[in-house]
């Protein structure tokens, strides 16, 4: 294989620059050409990339977000869609594509290597955590920080005011995000799209807290069940203690990645290269037992994430 593309899809993740420059400098390595497409699936249906250097990726390691930025693509639904995407791959002679994305961006690449056989190979990037085939993917451990780092300044205010505040974090339908939080944090309930919650059973438990000497509640809720606004308005009715509602955002998609996802984009990327220049691909990569793997794209899109209840419960028990 001569020379790959390269493009990030959905959301940003951190970590998603480190893992560029992980394919590009192994592509370089391997005396592989490498051409990064702008925005996506849209870029390349577009044509709007260019060629990448050893230069081209340098100072980015460090960086949030994606250099190649990104954008969610409709028309890659379409088969119309789908041929100028193999088109515009055509007419610059790319072999093969490397695909840092989700889900929705892993069955794009396995669309275009089963109608029309493009040797893609997808890293996940995402920071919901979401794909049962690996143990975790690009950008979950920083996006966890931030929100760790944003709940240790609440539980500051909280405190002092002897409040409960309920923090709203990202997960859409996977409950990975506050899950994480909610133990790394502290937090004394955690609320989930996996787990069906009972507002008694939270009233019981933060009223334990109390009566056990403490004086703030952390309440965790992914944004896959409702809002930080709605949760605390239910609960503001059940109990006497004052609650207050906080939605982190879109901040946890930014910032510098931290040392778990830039080690985890090194080795997805040189991963993903190896794969192509041995003519492998319709593969993704992962992490599993703590090693590299990687695996057939239609098998893994196909696998139901999978939550982990006995960490929940490990959270039930010492939150007290």
């Known amino acids: 294989m001569k020379r790959i593309g390269l493009l990030t899809s959905g959301g940003d993740a951190p970590g998603m620059n480190a893992a560029i420059r992980a394919v590009v400098r192994t592509a370089i390595y391997y005396g592989i ?19 990448m250097e050893m230069r081209s990726v340098s100072n980015i390691v460090q960086r949030g977000g994606t250099i190649l930025r990104t954008a969610r693509c409709l028309e890659m639904l379409t088969e119309e869609g789908q041929k100028q995407a193999v088109s515009t791959l055509e007419k610059h002679g790319i072999e093969g594509l490397v695909v840092i994305g989700g889900d929705g961006s892993f069955r794009g690449a396995k669309c275009l290597t089963e109608n029309y056989g493009i040797a893609t190979i997808g890293i996940p990037g995402t920071i919901d955590n979401d794909l049962q085939y690996t143990d975790y993917t690009l950008g979950f451990d920083t996006a966890v920080n931030t929100c760790l780092e944003m709940v240790n300044k609440l539980r500051d205010t909280m405190t002092s005011h002897e409040r409960i505040s309920v923090v709203e974090v990202m997960g ?39 009566e056990n000497g403490k004086h703030s509640n952390i309440v965790v809720v992914a944004e896959g069940v409702m809002s930080a606004e709605a949760f605390t308005k239910q609960l503001q009715e059940v109990t006497s203690y004052s609650v207050r509602a ?4 879109h901040i946890q998609r930014g910032g510098s990645p931290s040392m778990a996802d830039r080690m985890l984009a090194a ?30 794209i ?23």
């Open 298 to 320: 239609l098998e893994a899109v196909s696998m139901k994430k999978q939550f982990d209840y006995e960490l929940y419960e490990t959270l039930q028990m010492i939150s007290m």
């Open 246 to 249: 906080t939605n982190i955002g």
């Open 267 to 296: 080795q997805f990327g040189n991963k993903a290269v190896r794969l192509l220049k041995d003519g492998i691909g319709n593969r993704v990569v992962g992490i599993h037992d703590n090693h590299i793997i990687d695996m057939d």
């Open 172 to 210: 859409r339908h996977c409950g990975d995000i506050a899950l994480y939080t909610g133990i790394t944090s502290g937090a004394e309930i955690i609320i989930v799209p996996e787990v069906p919650y009972d507002m008694e059973d939270i009233v019981m438990r933060i009223n334990r807290s109390r």
């Open 33 to 51: 050409e490498v051409y990064g497409i702008e925005r996506g699936y849209s870029g390349l249906i577009e044509d709007r990339m260019s060629p």
